[in-house]
C-alpha cells in the first residue's frame, strides 16, 4: 500500500504532500486528496478507493492540510 | 492510497455498498438501523424491519441500489457532537444507533456519512461518491440479534458483496457455488453421514456411515501414533470445580464452559483433556530416563458457541480432539517439536491437503512471566526456521499458557482453516507441580507440549467432506463397493460375490432390490460409492465381475480375485 504524509506549517497558503511512491507534490491548502491524485496520476486518481495520512484512514474528499 | 488491491481496498469499497444497501433499504421499506460493516468477502447491514422481509425481496433492493449508484450521490463526512448526534438519531427512531452513540464518551466527536437523502454514523472512510461502485450483489438473508445477544431483538442481516469489475463478481459467484456443491452440510445429507437436532443445539449425531469415516480416521491416527511412540490414555468429561481452579480455566476460560452439580460440588465438563492427562501423570514416578513421554488421548470436549456462531461440524459444542501431551526434558523440546512437525505434515500429504504455518505469540490475557515466554516462543521459531518452514507471526494470538505453532489446511477454493497445533506449555506443570527425578536423583520441573494433528475430529470430517466433495477415497468411503445383479437369476451369484468380499473385511453392499440396473448404478453414482460390481449370466459363467468406476466408469471384466486382490492392495495403500 502507498501512503502519503502531509504537511508542512511553513507557507500559510500552500502545503507540500508528499504521496509515497510518487514523490512531493506542492499544492494549495484545502485541496482534496482526491484533487491531488488528479495531478499526480489520472490511474492512481480513478483506482483510488480512500487514503491515509500519517497513518489514519480518510476519505479522498479530506482536504489536505 | 488505498485501492482494491490493498488489504484494506475491498472493506472501503464493501463499507460503501452497505451503505448505499442501507440507503436503498431505507427509500423501499419501513426499518431501522443496526449495523453494517464490511466482512471478509463481502458485506451486511443488520435492520429491523416493520414486516420481515423475505429472499424474494433482495431483487428489489438491489435495483434501487443501482437507481442510488446510477444518482452518483457525493458521500460527505459530517462531524458532530454527542448530543448532536443522540438527536439526530432520536428524530429519525434510529433506536440502536442511539444505544451505540449513549455509549460513547461525552466529549467524543462523532462522524456520520451523508448521501443524497441517507445520513448514517460511521468512522469511515468511504468512497467518494456512490457512483464509484460498479459490481455488486445482495447474497443472502439471515437473524441476528442486536450485539449477538440472545436477549436483544432479532434483526434481519442482509448480506452481500462487491467488487470494481463485473468478471471479478462472476468468479467469486462462481467459487461460492462450487463451496455450496461441496457444503459439508448437504453431502451430509446426501450421504446420510450425520445429523444435528432441536434437542442438542451444536451437539453433532454421527450416522453409521459418518461412524465408518470416523473410525477409519481414528484407526490411521492410532496407528501412526503407536509408531511414533505414544501412549493413549482416557480422562473423564466431568472433573471438579477444584481442578479447574488448579489449571487456570476456572479463571480464565469460564464463559466457555459448562457446569454441573453432583453430591452438591461443583463440576465442569471439560472444555480440554489437559488437566486430566496432568493427573495421570502424577500418578507415577517418573525418571527422566522415561522422556520423553508421549501420552495420547483422543478427548471428547463441550465448549459453549454462541447459537449464531455455529455451523455443520465445522463450529460445534461438542467435539473429540485427538490430543497428545509431551513431558520432556527441556533439552528435548526441539527435536521433539520437530516430530511433531513431522507427523502433522505425513497427515496431510495423505489427504492431499496443502498448508501453511503461523507461530502464535504472547496475549493480553495470560499468565506466567515474560522470560518463560520468551524461552518458549524461542524454542518454536528455532525449529522452524532449522526445518527451512516458512511462516507467519501472529503477535498475540498465543494461548494463555503458552506460545504455538498452528497449521492452517488449505482446502480444493482456496480457504484455510486452523487444524494442527503444537503449544509448548511451561507453565502447566509449574500449575500440577509436575516432577521427574533428574540423573542427580533430585528432583525438576519437566517441559511440556499439548499437540493435536486433526485438531477436532469433527471440523478435520467436514473439511475431508468438502475437500473431496463427498467422493472419499476407498479406505474412507462408507460403501466401498456395491454388487449390482443384472436380473433376480443373478442374485445367488451377487450374493457368492458379496460373501466372499465381506469376509475379507471389505464394505460391500448387494442392492437385490427389484430395479433395472441403470437406476441402481446411478443411486450408487450419487452416493459416491467406488466400485460397482455387475453380475450377469457371464460374469457367473465365468467368476469374473464387470467393474465400473464412480469417475473412471465401466473398467470391463476383472477376475473376482484379481479385483479384490488390487481393491485390498488399494485401502492398504490409502490411495485417493
Ligand atoms: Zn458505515
Ligand atoms: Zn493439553
Known amino acids: 500500500m502507498t501512503e502519503m504524509t502531509g504537511t508542512d506549517q511553513s507557507d500559510q497558503k500552500l502545503v507540500n504532500a508528499h504521496i509515497f511512491g510518487f ?3 506542492q499544492v494549495r491548502r484545502g485541496t482534496t486528496i482526491h484533487e491531488l491524485l488528479g495531478e499526480v496520476s489520472k490511474k492512481l486518481q480513478k483506482e483510488a478507493l480512500a487514503a491515509r495520512i500519517n497513518g489514519k484512514k480518510v476519505d479522498l474528499t479530506h482536504p489536505v492540510d | 492510497m488505498i485501492t482494491f488491491d490493498d488489504s484494506e481496498g475491498p472493506d472501503v469499497y464493501r463499507h460503501t455498498a452497505s451503505h448505499v444497501m442501507a440507503q436503498a433499504v431505507k427509500r423501499l421499506y419501513d426499518a431501522r438501523l443496526g449495523i453494517g460493516p464490511s466482512i471478509k468477502d463481502g458485506f451486511y447491514y443488520d435492520f429491523q424491519f416493520e414486516q420481515p422481509l423475505t429472499l424474494e425481496e433482495l431483487e428489489k433492493i438491489e435495483k434501487q441500489m443501482k437507481e442510488i449508484v446510477e444518482e452518483n450521490l457525493p458521500i460527505q463526512r459530517i462531524e458532530m ?8 438519531c432520536r428524530q429519525h427512531n434510529e433506536d440502536f444507533k442511539y444505544e451505540l452513540i449513549s455509549e460513547l464518551d461525552e466529549n467524543e466527536q462523532i462522524s456520520f456519512y451523508r448521501q443524497g437523502e441517507f445520513m448514517d454514523l460511521c468512522t469511515g472512510p468511504h468512497l467518494a461518491s456512490t457512483g464509484q461502485l460498479k459490481a455488486f450483489k445482495l447474497l443472502s438473508l439471515a437473524g441476528a440479534y442486536w450485539r449477538g445477544d440472545e436477549n436483544k431483538p432479532m434483526l434481519q442481516r442482509i448480506y452481500g458483496t462487491a467488487f470494481p469489475k463485473k468478471k471479478m463478481l462472476e468468479e467469486y459467484l462462481q467459487r461460492m457455488e462450487e463451496a455450496r456443491k461441496r457444503d459439508h452440510r448437504k453431502i451430509g445429507r446426501e450421504l446420510d453421514l450425520f445429523s444435528f437436532h432441536d434437542e442438542g443445539p451444536g451437539f453433532p449425531f454421527y450416522h453409521p456411515k459418518g461412524m465408518v469415516i470416523r473410525r477409519e480416521l481414528e484407526n490411521f491416527w492410532r496407528d501412526e501414533h503407536r509408531k511414533a511412540g505414544y501412549h493413549e490414555v482416557e480422562t473423564p468429561i466431568v472433573l471438579n470445580r477444584s481442578l479447574w481452579e488448579q489449571s487456570g480455566h476456572w479463571d480464565h476460560y469460564q464463559e466457555n464452559m459448562y457446569f454441573t452439580r453432583i453430591d452438591e460440588q461443583d463440576f465442569a465438563i471439560k472444555p480440554m483433556n489437559c488437566p486430566g492427562s496432568m493427573l495421570v501423570y502424577k500418578m507415577g514416578m517418573h525418571s527422566y530416563r522415561d522422556f520423553p513421554l508421549r501420552v495420547a488421548e483422543m478427548g471428547l470436549v463441550h465448549r459453549h458457541e454462541k447459537s449464531g456462531t455455529l455451523h455443520g461440524l465445522m463450529r460445534v459444542r461438542s467435539f473429540t480432539q485427538d490430543d497428545a501431551h509431551i513431558f520432556m526434558l527441556p533439552e528435548q523440546i526441539e527435536d521433539e517439536v520437530e516430530k511433531v512437525i513431522d507427523l502433522v505434515d505425513h497427515f496431510y500429504q495423505v489427504f492431499g491437503f496443502k498448508y501453511h504455518v503461523e507461530l502464535s505469540t ?17 524454542a518454536l521459531e528455532t525449529v522452524l526456521i532449522k526445518k527451512e518452514i516458512t511462516f507467519t507471526v501472529n503477535e498475540g494470538d498465543g ?10 489446511l488449505e482446502d480444493c477454493l482456496g480457504r484455510t482453516w486452523q487444524c494442527g497445533t503444537i503449544q509448548l506449555d511451561f507453565q502447566m506443570p509449574e500449575k500440577f507441580d509436575l516432577t521427574y527425578i533428574g540423573p542427580d536423583g533430585q528432583k525438576h520441573r519437566p517441559a511440556m507440549i499439548h499437540r493435536v494433528v486433526y485438531g477436532a475430529m469433527e471440523r478435520f470430517f467436514a473439511l475431508l467432506i468438502e475437500h473431496y466433495a463427498g467422493a472419499f477415497p476407498i479406505w474412507l468411503a462408507p460403501v466401498q463397493v456395491v454388487i449390482v ?11 457368492a460375490v458379496f460373501q466372499r468380499l465381506w ?6 453392499e448387494l442392492d437385490d432390490r427389484n430395479e433395472k440396473v441403470g437406476f441402481k448404478i446411478r443411486e450408487a453414482q450419487v452416493k459416491k460409492v467406488p466400485y460397482m460390481l455387475v453380475t450377469g449370466d457371464k460374469e457367473e459363467e465365468t467368476n469374473t465381475v464387470a467393474v465400473r468406476h464412480r469417475q473412471e466408469g465401466d473398467l470391463g471384466l476383472s477376475a473376482l480375485e484379481s479385483f479384490l486382490h488390487d481393491l485390498k492392495e488399494k485401502i492398504q495403500v490409502k490411495a485417493n
Open chain 2, 485 to 495: 445383479p443384472i436380473t433376480e437369476r443373478h442374485q445367488e451369484y451377487a450374493r
Open chain 1, 23 to 25: 514523490g512531493t507534490k
Open chain 2, 362 to 378: 504472547r496475549p493480553e490475557k495470560s499468565m506466567g512471566s515474560e522470560a518463560m515466554w520468551e524461552k518458549a516462543t524461542r
Open chain 2, 503 to 508: 469376509e475379507e473385511g471389505i464394505r460391500v
Open chain 2, 81 to 88: 457532537t454527542r448530543d448532536e448526534a443522540l438527536e439526530y
Open chain 2, 399 to 408: 494461548a494463555f499458557y503458552g506460545p504455538k505453532i498452528d497449521f492452517h
